[in-house]
């Protein structure tokens, strides 16, 4: 901001606060957002269908029961009788619908784990399906995993001397060993760039059926199939639910959750990260008179003591 001013420049400040938070301390552009107040852009040009775009508004704002019904009335809510049920129903979907006119899918899910039994469970009907090979298994950062041409990966870890970003996807398109127990990787983004690596070099990667939410912020595909759980609170559903162009289906654990209600409450809680000055602020307006009548007016000088803490 300084470099800006002094400069003569404009500062344009661009993203949506109701989207996935900051895991450490975060808050900021919300808290200028509403300072200094800011142009709303409201029309949604991802989503095709007009009740589709009306849901992603229902989920941003809160009215997730209303959302959720909406998807139900249309058939695309998923419920299986337990953890394992819901997974593999979710990947049939997906397999099936993927298999029949090639569209963009992605699946998706708030935790490691269930995107790994996802990726785990889709590359078995790839594998069944002939589509493609056993592979090579190659050494990651996660872990064993078995590579082969045709399939889908996620980078996890930017790297500019490959030109790769965290969360981008690809397919690859050749894989042979180099050297002990590296690999020499061409994958093709699906930007349509080319990407080689040595698996020794860079070994940020997994399988790209699957991801978690926090990597698919900025993906669109065709399909999305969404796979509800304990992480799912407002802004992950807000994020996860407006990934696709054409169609999303959201599966729900009944043995998680008994009813669409508690679903919605689950997936209805806000987790916005704010900052101190809120806090103050907030402090302040519960402030009263001697009549019991909120001041509400901020201080302009707010002072804060801090002790010596051991």
Known sequence: VEHAGKAGAKLVMIGDDRQLQPIQAGGAFKALKDELGAAKLSTIYRQRDEWARDAVHSFADGDTGKAIAAYAQRGLVGVGTDADDTKRQLVADWNSQRTDDGRSSIMLAGTRKDVKDLNELARTERVKGG??????????????????????????????????????????????????????????????KL????????????????????????????????????????????????????????????????????????????????????????????????????????????????SNMT
């Open 131 to 192: 589509e493609i090979e056993q592979g090579e298994r190659v050494k990651t950062d996660q872990g064993e995993r078995e590579f082969a041409t045709g399939d889908r990966i996620v980078f996890l870890k930017n790297d500019k001397s490959i030109g790769v970003k965290n969360g981008q996807l690809g397919t690859v398109e050749k894989i042979e060993r180099e050297g002990g127990d590296g690999y020499r990787m061409a994958v093709r983004g699906d930007d349509g």
């Open 195 to 306: 990407v080689t690596l040595n698996t020794k070099d860079y070994d940020r990667l997994d399988h790209g059926y699957a991801t978690t939410v926090h990597k698919a912020q900025g993906v669109t595909v065709d399909r999305a199939y969404v796979l509800t759980g304990k992480m799912h609170d407002r802004e992950l559903s807000y994020v996860s639910m407006s990934r696709s162009r054409q169609e999303t289906r959201l599966y729900i654990d009944a043995g998680k959750y008994k009813s669409a209600a508690a679903v919605a409450r689950q997936m209805n809680q806000s987790h916005q990260k704010g900052t101190t000055l809120d806090a103050a602020r907030e402090r302040m307006l519960s402030f009263t008179d001697e009549h019991g009548r909120p001041l509400g007016v901020m201080p302009d000088t707010l002072v804060v003591g801090v």
